[in-house]
């Protein structure tokens, strides 16, 4: 298009930079900065709107369940700009991303900046932002989606009412703040269930016997497993259930002791083996598919040890800056000109032997596969090598390419080859007899597998697997032929508990059973986390206590809103919505106002006749023996009944109780654990004396962050009959016990020593005071704003002003000896031209330039962090600077102020566009 001018609208400043560039001067590209309108809070409403069907939800659920629209405070200033830019543009271009959300935003920027009816709107599609890609989009361009619209903003009411509803019901009954989704609760669910697996399993021991054998020389010697004694097989770890008994199709096998198998050593050890089965056959291996948005996730935990927020967020930037397709779909489909892109690169680099002669094609497993048009891969039609983009890309975003390259380019490669030989070894001796097996794969032509190979997660039972798939070589062997028994191996295992999630194998669970879509997958992960719902140890994913009680909760009383199947069945029907075969208003009536006739029993009738909850026993869960952990309002915590010598319960005695840290795994707390932490409770509040100098009682406490001694202060006199806020009480000296000691022997000399830190070691020449003290990193001293690491706690009370003046006399170096020096470097700041680094605040890492910090998210690992991302959030946060004031003045909001310029209820259905809400990003 020539002439005038043409105001482009996307999400991002970086997608804006990129496609400015290939765009003449004629066009204006700007950045809406994601979502720009939401449904509000009911406290943000305005006030005339509280008391009205909007007061409840920001939706009219009398009236259609009609949302209720504010523009979000802090893009006030951006939509003023939008508008600004929109008053000179002879034609307004919506090119958000293609997918519902992307639908969502252009509807929602076109719905607030209200252009002339004699502009024209067009909405611009692509799939990856090249020079090509973009002026295709130019050409082709259409109108908004209204189905799409529909369907991602019905999805917001969704979440809007499961939440709004449903987490008043949490804040009662189990403690405040928590919050219920309606996917979110979900994966909760899967994260309880396992654990709850893991809790509830049984170990068990079993035996094997790995034998060396040889035909004559060592160059022939392979190992091989126990498969049979005495014509029954032998029982491996798949075998057993959780509850620690054989399966019921296992029941005839084998279970070797170490006794059983060190007496079939005995016996067998120095019987010859006769190979009584030889089998070889050809061995096929095909290429994975490319990848959709959950198989990178998976694969980028797998191979980069990349978090799922932290994969999305590495791909959204390569697909912003021109390098891959767009990074959310479920769909495996590559286009022709990727497909004969890949095929050339592949015969280019490694040979046309390693391409087929035909292409191939992949089917998605999903039915509702409708994301984006096509697969992740590398952007363009001819892709761009790691060693091309070497020099432009660089740490995650450089390793992601790559791995997104390799992919694509191993998907349309041919198949490796190989031939897979089985043997099986008979030994007998005094009336017993074995078998035992050996596999192995030799690969002959590796085809796709010399540029990719995909991830695997760790199997279950290793043992199980055997040589299956190893690249293990047997010797020539004939059926008949005797071979030397050169040693057998007893070994012993104990079976395993399932193993725990990961963000990646969440993520596969989620997928595999329809619950969510490819751009809610990273963001529901994250959530869980972020809500205090899932822990991270390392890799695993591990539920909290208040997991348990919220997942409890919602089984017992709402069962469909937290029921799998009922969850891929709504994801199902806004598939149908987006496709535009389901009208919004009847479903969200049926879903929330159903009597259950025809159907499940709609949300609201469920909360109105939700009945007694017993909040003592939806917190409690029992471990045994008489001992219940309880989730309480300020964490979890064991408790025991008093019972006398006759095992009767003392009545009126209060119980035993003790503190349960989050360090502590649900399936690691055992009758044992609990008593061992009953049993050091007794010595919370052990008073140790009293101190001479000040006449306050000195007591040891077991916190939920350890174990400290601190002081009781006195009650603070009344002034005038009214007593002094708490906030104004002094407050009582504490200090965390030393690594050295223990609640139950600390000593009142221990503790009068404790609390005297920080102690003065004395002062330097200049007349600055040092101090040494305990730290959370250890022991430090500090002269100034200077410290520096000791290397033991003793130290603390030992040190001399000459030792220390030597330490400071030293060259300041990092890590241990360095006072919390920065945890990363990451350049400079392009905006403020400062050193941008990580470091580690009273609250957290946080991200800095000398001037705006930023604080990382409790699931954002600080190696995960990248220059780009730092730039990116610093910026971020500059941008919302002046956001605080507005939020200073919602109370004159609340007045009776015209809303027009910046709230609206959604159009109508004479809309030509769509009538929903705002979906978040």
């Given amino acids: 298009m020539t002439g005038g001018r043409h105001l482009v609208i996307v999400e991002s400043p970086a997608k804006a930079r990129t496609i400015g560039r290939y765009l003449g001067d004629e066009y204006d590209v700007k950045a809406s900065v994601g979502h720009i309108r939401d449904i509000p809070v009911p406290r943000d409403l305005p006030a005339e709107m509280k008391k009205g069907p909007y007061g409840k939800f920001g939706v009219d659920v009398e009236n259609g369940f009609d949302p209720y629209y504010i523009v979000s405070p802090d893009k006030k200033k951006t939509v003023a700009e939008l508008k600004k830019a929109l008053k000179d543009a002879d034609t307004l271009y919506l090119a958000t991303d293609e997918d519902r959300e992307g639908e969502a935003i252009a509807w929602h920027l076109l719905e607030t900046l209200k252009p002339k009816k004699s502009l024209p709107v067009k909405r611009m599609v692509f799939h990856e932002i090249t020079k090509d890609a973009i002026h295709a989009a130019l050409e082709n361009t259409r109108d908004i989606d209204a189905s799409l619209v529909d369907a991602q903003e019905t999805r917001r009411i969704l979440d809007r009412l499961v939440g709004f509803e449903l987490s008043p019901v949490l804040w009662r009954k189990i403690k405040p703040s928590l919050s219920a989704g309606r996917v979110q609760s979900v994966a909760t669910r899967l994260v309880v269930e396992?654990?709850?697996?893991?809790?509830?399993?049984?170990?068990?021991?079993?035996?094997?016997?790995?034998?060396?054998?040889?035909?004559?020389?060592?160059?022939?010697?392979?190992?091989?497993?126990?498969?049979?004694?005495?014509?029954?097989?032998?029982?491996?770890?798949s075998d057993f259930a959780d509850d620690g008994t054989l399966k019921p199709r296992s029941q005839s096998a084998t279970v070797l002791t170490g006794e059983s198998a060190q007496t079939l050593v005995e016996v067998l050890g120095d019987a010859p083996a006769t190979v009584t089965s030889l089998e070889s056959k050809p061995y096929t291996r095909r290429p994975a598919a490319p990848f959709t948005t959950s198989s990178l996730q998976q694969e980028a935990s797998r191979k980069l040890r990349l978090g799922a927020r932290q994969a999305m967020r590495v791909a959204q930037s390569l697909y912003e800056n021109g390098y891959i397709t767009y990074m959310r779909t479920d769909s495996v489909t590559l286009s022709g000109e990727a497909i004969r892109a890949s095929r050339a690169q592949a015969a280019e680099l490694y040979g046309s032997q390693y391409v087929p002669d035909k292409p191939r094609y992949y089917q998605n497993k999903s039915q509702a596969a409708q994301e984006a048009h096509e697969a992740i891969r590398p952007a363009g039609d001819h892709f761009r090598t790691p060693a091309e983009v070497a020099g432009q890309l660089a740490g995650d975003e450089f390793r992601l390419y790559e791995l997104i390259w390799k992919r694509t380019i191993a998907s349309q490669m041919a198949d490796a080859k190989g031939t897979t030989s089985t043997v099986e070894l008979l030994l007998e001796a005094a009336g017993r007899a074995a078998t035992f097996r050996a596999a192995g794969t030799v690969i002959t032509f590796r085809g796709f597998l010399a540029a990719y190979e995909e991830g695997r997660d760790a199997?279950?039972?290793?043992?199980?697997?055997?040589?299956?798939?190893?690249?293990?070589?047997?010797?020539?062997?004939?059926?008949?032929?005797?071979?030397?028994?050169?040693?057998?191996?007893?070994?012993?295992?104990?079976?395993?508990?399932?193993?725990?999630?990961?963000?990646?194998?969440?993520?596969?669970?989620?997928?595999d059973r329809g619950i969510g879509r490819p751009s809610t997958y990273a963001s529901t992960v994250a959530t869980v986390q972020d809500r205090g719902y899932v822990l991270r140890r390392g890799t695993a994913l591990v539920p909290s206590w208040t997991a348990f009680a919220v997942v409890r909760l919602l089984e017992e009383h709402f069962g469909p809103f937290i029921d799998y199947d009922f969850t891929a069945q709504m994801e199902q029907q806004l598939d149908r919505m987006a496709q535009g075969d389901l009208a919004r208003s009847e479903y969200l009536k049926n879903f929330y106002l159903s009597d259950g006739t025809d159907g499940p029993i709609g949300l609201k009738p469920m909360v109105d006749d939700l009945g007694e909850i017993d909040a003592r026993a939806i917190n409690s869960i029992e471990i045994g023996e008489g001992i219940t952990l309880r989730v309480g309002r300020y964490g979890a915590y064991v408790e025991q009944?008093?019972?006398?010598?006759?095992?009767?319960?003392?009545?009126?005695?209060?119980?035993?109780?003790?503190?349960?840290?989050?360090?502590?795994?649900?399936?690691?707390?055992?009758?044992?654990?609990?008593?061992?932490?009953?049993?050091?409770?007794?010595?919370?509040?052990?008073?140790?004396?009293?101190?001479?100098?000040?006449?306050?009682?000195?007591?040891?406490?077991?916190?939920r962050y350890g174990p400290y001694v601190t002081e009781i202060l006195p009650d603070p006199e009344e002034t005038g009959g009214k007593k002094v806020?708490?906030?104004?009480?002094?407050?009582?000296?504490?200090?965390?016990?030393?690594?050295?000691?223990?609640?139950?022997?600390?000593?009142?000399?221990?503790?009068?020593?404790?609390?005297?830190?920080?102690?003065?070691?004395?002062?330097?020449?200049?007349?600055?005071?040092?101090?040494?003290?305990?730290?959370?990193?250890?022991?430090?001293?500090?002269?100034?704003?200077?410290?520096?690491?000791?290397?033991?706690?003793?130290?603390?009370?030992?040190?001399?002003?000459?030792?220390?003046?030597?330490?400071?006399?030293?060259?300041?170096?990092?890590?241990?000896?360095?006072?919390?020096?920065?945890?990363?470097?990451?350049?400079?700041?392009?905006?403020?031209?400062?050193?941008?680094?990580?470091?580690?605040?009273?609250?957290?890492?946080?991200?800095?330039?000398?001037?705006?910090?930023?604080?990382?998210?409790?699931?954002?690992?600080?190696?995960?962090?990248?220059?780009?991302?730092?730039?990116?959030?610093?910026?971020?946060k500059r941008a919302k600077g002046p956001a605080k004031k507005p939020a200073a003045k919602r109370a004159p909001a609340k007045k009776k102020t015209p809303a027009k310029s910046t709230t609206a209820k959604s159009s109508t259905a004479k809309s030509t566009t769509a009538k929903s809400s705002t979906a978040e990003k």
């Fill in 641 to 703: 009944l008093v019972r006398d010598e006759s095992g009767e319960v003392v009545e009126g005695a209060d119980p035993r109780r003790a503190n349960v840290s989050d360090e502590v795994a649900p399936d690691e707390l055992t009758v044992e654990t609990a008593k061992e932490m009953l049993e050091r409770a007794k010595d919370d509040g052990r008073v140790l004396g009293t101190d001479p100098e000040s006449g306050h009682e000195i007591v040891a406490k077991d916190g």
């Fill in 459 to 511: 199997s279950r039972y290793k043992d199980d697997e055997g040589d299956k798939g190893s690249d293990k070589r047997l010797p020539q062997m004939e059926e008949g032929q005797t071979l030397v028994t050169r040693e057998l191996s007893p070994d012993g295992h104990t079976t395993t508990p399932p193993p725990r999630y990961t963000e990646a194998s969440l993520v596969r669970a989620l997928e």
């Fill in 194 to 237: 396992r654990e709850r697996e893991r809790m509830a399993f049984v170990a068990s021991d079993y035996w094997d016997i790995t034998g060396t054998f040889a035909g004559g020389s060592e160059d022939t010697q392979f190992t091989a497993k126990i498969a049979t004694v005495d014509g029954a097989r032998v029982a491996t770890g």
């Fill in 725 to 876: 806020p708490k906030s104004k009480q002094p407050k009582p000296r504490t200090g965390s016990l030393l690594k050295s000691m223990d609640l139950s022997s600390v000593s009142l000399e221990d503790a009068l020593k404790l609390l005297s830190l920080p102690r003065v070691v004395g002062t330097d020449a200049e007349g600055v005071e040092i101090t040494a003290q305990n730290g959370r990193y250890g022991p430090y001293m500090k002269k100034g704003t200077d410290s520096r690491s000791l290397e033991t706690e003793e130290q603390i009370f030992s040190i001399t002003l000459e030792e220390a003046e030597k330490i400071y006399a030293q060259p300041k170096t990092r890590g241990r000896a360095a006072a919390k020096p920065p945890l990363k470097e990451l350049g400079t700041d392009p905006t403020s031209e400062k050193p941008i680094v990580i470091k580690d605040g009273r609250f957290g890492p946080y991200i800095t330039d000398g001037t705006t910090n930023v604080s990382l998210r409790a699931t954002e690992k600080v190696e995960e962090i990248t220059e780009k991302v730092a730039i990116e959030k610093l910026a971020e």
